[in-house]
Every structure is written in C-alpha cells, then in structure tokens.
T-cell receptor, first 117, second 113 residues
C-alpha cells in the first residue's frame, strides 16, 4: 500500500507562535503533495499544492506568508503555520500522489489537529 | 466556482441493509471521480474510483455509478456494517498532471445495529 504519515497528530500552541507540521510518504516517492484544511463538520478545502524542489502553489485566499510550505525531498513536505491565531485552529491533512503513477489517486495522511489558544 | 455537492447530509441505515450515497458534480471537465471514507479524527481513506469512460465499477461490497448526462455519482454499500459508519466524500478532478481534487460536502452514514 501507500502510507502517508503526519507529525504531530495533535498540537496545542499559544497565539502568536509558529507550528510546523510534517507530511511523509513512507513507502513511495511523491513529487507532489497536497495540504488541506478541514473545519468541524465541513469538507476538506485545498490550501496548496506542494512540489518537490519548487515553490508551492497556493489556492485563492490562502496566505503564502502565513502558511509556509517546504517540499525538500521526495518523501517529505512541511507546513508551517506562522504567527498562529485561534482562527487557525483546524484539522490539517496532507496527501501525496505516487511519482510516476499512472493513476491520480491521492493517499491521505491521518491529519494533524491544531488548537491555538 | 465549480463544486461538488451532496443531496443528503445524514443517512441512517439498518445494519445489513444496502446504503446509497449520492453526489452531484458541476465541472463538466472532470473525468476522474473518487469516493473517500473519513472516520472521526482521521484522514480520508480511499474507497473506490471511476473514470469518465465507465458507468459502473465494483469493489468489495461497494459499487460506484457514474451518470455523466446528469453529472451524478453514487456510492452503493452492500450489507452495511457498523464499521461503515463514517462521513463519505465524493471528489472530482481532471486527470493527468496531478490536478487538484475538489471534495464534496460529505454525507454522514449512521449504521443502526
């Protein structure tokens, strides 16, 4: 199978601090990873597309300076929420597509619950 | 903008019965559709997918039907079990080049023992 992990699974931080979330593809290489945000009882909203070795592509309305994405290797992408505020509290989920795959199936991580006090 | 929507936000089904979850999509360019299952506090789990050149695809206890004429997608779960209780999302995308996936609003499936 294709396994995607996220770390940490839960994080609580004070307002104004920065939080880094890691997304790893454990048994495959992923040129492209995606970051989603999900508020309670709502659907997943794509925040950005993370490409290995290049700048991320952000969706409309997502501040690139607030949500820093680094895709440094074919198995790791990080999302840093800078100067977090309570309204950033959400469930952050990443997904990855297998490099060279002939399908478009995205494999999702288990998510990271961020709570900003 | 384009969106994928669901008709029923909550579906309650007796254990052992069949479940049908519906989804409408609006992007006529979408040619690849996926159903995901999401349990509370977890990430989405791939269930089954279908491409636009097909009308039906079957998996283990699940069947996806695609009606391109009316832009409608459905997920059928046979002999629903308590472990099937979750939120189900349909998603659409244009295949190739790692196109972004657009998720529907989700349907919560409650299985009554």
């Amino acid at each position: 199978g294709a396994v995607v992990s996220q770390h940490p699974s839960r994080v609580i931080c004070k307002s104004g601090t920065s939080v880094k979330i890691e997304c790893r593809s454990l048994d495959f290489q992923a040129t492209t990873m995606f970051w989603y945000r999900q508020f309670p009882k709502q659907s997943l909203m794509l925040m950005a597309t993370s490409n290995e070795g290049s700048k991320a592509t952000y969706e409309q309305g997502v501040e690139k300076d607030k949500f820093l994405i680094n895709h440094a290797s074919l198995t790791l992408s990080t999302l840093t929420v800078t100067s977090a505020h309570p309204e950033d509290s959400s469930f952050y989920i990443c997904s990855a597509t297998r490099t060279g795959s002939h399908t478009d199936t995205q494999y999702f991580g288990p998510g990271t619950r961020l709570t900003v006090l | 903008g384009e969106n994928v929507g669901l008709h029923l936000p909550t579906l309650s089904v007796q254990e052992g019965d069949n479940s049908i979850i519906n989804c409408a999509y609006s992007n006529s360019a979408s040619d690849y559709f996926i159903w995901y299952k999401q349990e509370s506090g977890k990430g989405p789990q791939f269930i089954i997918d279908i491409r636009s050149n097909m009308d039906k695809r079957q998996g283990q206890r699940v069947t996806v039907l695609l009606n391109k004429t009316v832009k409608h997608l459905s997920l059928q779960i046979a002999a629903t079990q308590p472990g099937d209780s979750a939120v189900y999302f349909c998603a659409e995308t244009v295949s190739g080049g790692y196109q972004k996936v657009t998720f529907g609003t989700g349907t919560k499936l409650q299985v009554i023992p």
